[in-house]
């Protein structure tokens, strides 16, 4: 069975009943969906960072998981077993991409140059394996935020040493992310925002962070890198307050600075939620925007108010981001569905890795047929256009064609009698839609 304890993970459909038995009961990669294999819709990709690294731990227990690369103790010795063991899963799950932070990959060096070459040696063995198995980066990234000199920001650090370090650490990262061929590169701010306004200069910090993300764009044309720069948005946590609160914060941050044609957004459902929002609306903010570049694969816990990264197994959730996409053609021109997640910790074995993974790529492979029904009969279209119907001709025509004044709307609107405009105004019969999309969930996963 090789290094783990369990066999690839094949594509059953119903032949096996609904107990899940690490089999994938939806996620049929070569299936034709929309016109595209299931595959190519959704790019899944694994996080080194929860999948290898994460040791069950919460801020009241110590860690539970059980890992098979555990035996090694020594640092650098664990960090490249790590690497068979992660390209061996990817391959059992059927899984072409995967994500990696450069902390998660090597110990850290009293210096950065020692840290470098610790680094460096695990990405050639990454590098081998890439090329021995066709798997591929989809994105990586700096952990700007782990180590405590960090305490305070990387980008927005009120110490220029720090800030300093910062922008050196980033410089070898879009190195190895140009030499592993990554398709994004991805900036998460996770102590990027402030703790206390009282001792808080908010512009000099985002201006600082503006130009170092500048610095990054400039680089990557030197170097040749073509990935696409992408930015996650969160509001809270670690920090009081982050700089890239949701989708529309971190957009108009990004126009701002003049970084609106480098950068589009990496999306997280649990981030959506920690900002009052649904996974939905932050993709439909940056899709209509023309922003969206990459997502998360998670959920969080709504009854619980910090970052559950727990596997997504809420379908509702998942076909709503699928119908999103499908909306868009596709997650960004070369974004995926990561896998920020980890497992609970009372989910602590080997074999639980795989299963979790199993969960998330059936829910939302799930969603995409579920999504690609409703698309099919244009019901979300239809329901949009007859509610706005009104704006297709006359006064509300004139309005979109931007051949409207105040003044026309009041020669319009001045004698029209309450009973005209209450009329006017027809019913959504909302329940009867959310009903309706119940019914595709339960009649187009029936009909897979």
């Known amino acids: 069975m090789g290094l783990w304890d369990i066999d690839k993970i094949e594509y059953v459909g119903h032949a096996k009943g609904v107990e899940e038995g690490l089999a994938f009961h939806y996620y049929d990669k070569d299936r034709v969906v929309a016109g595209k294999p299931m595959k190519d819709w959704l790019r899944f990709a ?8 994460q ?12 890992r098979p690369y555990y035996k090694y103790t020594d640092p650098m010795d664990q960090a490249l077993a790590k690497v068979d063991y992660a390209f061996e899963l990817f391959q059992k799950l059927g899984v072409e991409f995967f994500c990696f932070h450069d902390r998660d990959l ?7 140059r020692e840290t470098n070459a610790n680094l460096d040696k695990v990405v050639d063995k990454i590098e081998q394996n890439m090329h021995d198995t066709g798997v591929k980066l989809l994105w990586n990234t700096s952990s700007l ?16 040493d720090i800030y300093a370090y910062s922008g050196a650490q980033l410089k070898h990262s879009l190195e190895i992310g140009k030499r592993l061929g990554a398709e994004n590169y991805v900036f998460w701010g996770g102590r990027e925002g402030y703790e206390s306004l009282w001792n808080t200069e908010m512009k000099r910090e985002q201006d600082h962070i503006a130009a170092l993300f500048q610095m990054c764009v400039d680089y990557a044309h030197e170097i040749g890198m073509d990935a696409q720069f992408l930015i996650e948005p969160k509001p809270k946590e670690p920090t009081l307050h982050q700089y890239d609160y949701d989708a529309a914060t971190t957009i ?34 940056a899709r209509e925007a023309g922003f969206l570049g990459s997502l998360d694969a998670n959920q969080g816990d709504k009854l619980i108010g ?15 981001v699928m119908w999103e996409v499908l909306a868009a053609g596709g997650i960004g021109p070369h974004g995926g569905l990561n896998f920020d997640a980890k ?22 492979a799930a969603g995409l047929l579920v999504a690609a029904k409703m698309h099919e009969d244009k019901y979300i279209e239809n329901l949009q256009e007859q509610r706005y119907s009104s704006f297709d001709s006359g006064i509300g025509k004139s309005v979109e064609e931007g051949k409207a004044s105040l003044a026309s709307l009041e020669d319009y609107a001045i004698d029209k009698p309450q009973a005209e405009l209450i009329a006017a105004c027809k019913s959504d019969h909302l329940e009867s839609v959310k009903a309706t999309i119940n019914n595709y969930l339960v009649e187009a996963l029936a009909q897979a």
């Open 106 to 112: 090597a110990p850290e060096g009293d210096t950065l």
């Open 46 to 53: 694994v996080a080194w960072w929860h999948t290898f690294n």
């Open 306 to 320: 910090w970052d559950m990264d727990e596997f997504p197994s809420d379908l509702y959730e998942t076909t709503a």
């Open 145 to 160: 935020f782990t180590n405590k000199r960090f305490e305070a920001g990387a980008g927005t650090s009120p110490f220029a």
């Open 343 to 364: 497992p609970r910790r009372t989910s602590f074995t080997p074999e639980d890795l795989f299963r979790t993974h199993v969960v998330g790529m059936d829910s939302f």
């Open 252 to 285: 108009n941050f990004l126009r701002t600075y003049g970084l609106d044609k480098d950068f589009k957004l990496n999306l997280e459902g649990n981030h959506a939620n920690l900002a009052m929002h649904t996974y939905q609306h932050e993709i439909r903010v």
């Open 55 to 66: 040791g069950l731990v919460d801020p009241f227990g110590d860690p539970t998981a059980q």
